[in-house]
């Protein structure tokens, strides 16, 4: 299965970076050098790559850089930003990344994988979504391979972000970290959402004459997503329902699932499938949107920020709370209807789409619970890991 297929990446990455944890005891350190990563050292996306481009706009008195293991990637960014993008697959690139006082990852994997990276150094992970579910060693069913990966990181980092103290137990519970490891701040991606989309024209630019509906479930590690779980869904009737309203409906699955879309969706005409190929990461284009669909996924929270309309879908609720677990109420923490049948479903479109006041008091409330902090979010993090690793 695919988490297995990531535990196997996660484990390698770990065996690689093990040698030079050891030589990492015996290396300097350089105060004013930040190294940045995000997914498997192989992605520049999520809450490391905003925090990275501010650095080096704002804060040209860093030597910033950014791993980036895929080659052709890495070469590509090199000259469309500068020389600011490093592999780990030779020597001297490593004993660079090893010398750098601060690394910043969006994910459980370090710049370098191993133990102990945050002896004599400052380790930041600024996540890439508010962990509505059970993560880490307080997942559920959790296997013997995946606890010990877990308890052999932990000394890794130095703090968790979290956007809200709702969320702050369960960033300690997925390292079994002290409470003061865990700290309040935005997520550096989400200005896109409070600055009119600070990246959204240079990525995708969306049809201003029409309303524009995103749906992005969430992926499940026990099943395959059900896209629009109603018994009495007809596609035909969805397309004219689109066309007659002016809308597109634009399908984002988790980028590791796109190829498992049922074929029915083929054949609606105002719907667009949003894949990674299309746009890389997400958080460029989402202000765009007029409307939000989901089930479980995080991505509601970012959303919120727009306070913008949103329609949720847990059709396996009882589920997915057995097998995934919740982290906060979600009932309560999700500002939206709940339609069980696809008449209801188009009803709650319009209603959303035609009525600002629908729902808006339960947004602004969920907002202000679960995202802290909501202007100036890269900045704030920039100022927070200075202020902490000047401590």
């Not at 490391?48 to 052709?72: A, C, G, M, Q």
């Not at 390292?175 to 990525?203: C, F, M, P, Y």
């Not at 669909?293 to 995080?298: A, E, L, P, V």
């Amino acid at each position: 299965m695919n988490k297995n297929r990531y535990l196997k990446l996660r484990r390698a990455l770990f065996i690689k970076g093990a040698l030079f944890s050891l030589l990492g005891f015996f290396v300097g350190r350089s105060k004013q050098r930040i190294i940045f990563n995000s997914e498997f050292n192989t992605e520049f996306n999520h809450n490391s790559k905003y925090l990275f481009l501010y650095f080096l706009k704002h804060h040209p008195e860093y030597d910033v850089r950014f791993v980036i293991n895929d080659i052709e990637q890495k070469n590509k960014l090199n000259q469309e930003i500068g020389p600011y993008f490093i592999d780990t697959y030779c020597f001297k690139n490593r004993l660079f990344i090893l010398k750098a006082k601060v690394w910043v990852t969006s994910s459980l994997e370090t710049p370098l994988g191993g133990f102990w990276q945050s002896y004599n150094r400052f380790v930041f992970h600024l996540g890439h979504g508010a962990p509505l579910k059970r993560i880490g060693r307080a997942e559920k069913y959790l296997n013997w391979k995946k606890a010990l990966y877990y308890r052999l990181i932990k000394q890794n980092f130095n703090y968790f972000f979290s956007t809200s103290a709702a969320f702050s137990e369960t960033w300690r519970a997925c390292l079994n970290l002290k409470k003061e490891q865990v700290v309040i701040a935005g997520q550096a991606r989400n200005d896109a959402l409070t600055d009119e989309g600070v990246n959204s024209n240079t990525v995708l630019r969306l049809d201003k004459s029409r309303k524009h509906i995103l749906y992005a479930p969430t992926w499940r590690p026990f099943d395959d997503t059900i896209i629009f779980p109603f018994f009495d869904f007809d596609a035909k009737e969805l397309d004219l329902f689109l066309d007659k309203y002016n809308i597109t409906l634009h399908v984002r699955v988790h980028p590791n699932f796109e190829s498992d879309l049922p074929t029915k969706l083929k054949n609606i005409s105002h719907l667009n499938i949003l894949s990674r190929g299309k746009v890389t990461d997400i958080n460029d284009i989402l202000v765009q949107f007029d409307l939000l669909i989901t089930d479980y996924s995080s991505i509601y929270v970012d959303y919120l920020l727009t306070q913008k309309p949103m329609l949720f879908l847990p059709y396996d609720y009882d589920e997915y709370k057995a097998k995934i677990g919740f982290t906060i109420p979600y009932n309560e923490a999700t500002p939206g209807p709940k339609p069980k049948t696809y008449k209801e479903f188009i009803i709650e479109i319009d209603r959303l789409l035609s009525d600002d006041s629908y729902y808006a008091q339960e947004r602004e409330e969920a907002n202000n619970w679960l995202n802290v902090v909501q202007q100036n979010q890269t900045q704030n993090n920039a100022q927070l890991i200075k202020r902490l690793i000047a401590q």
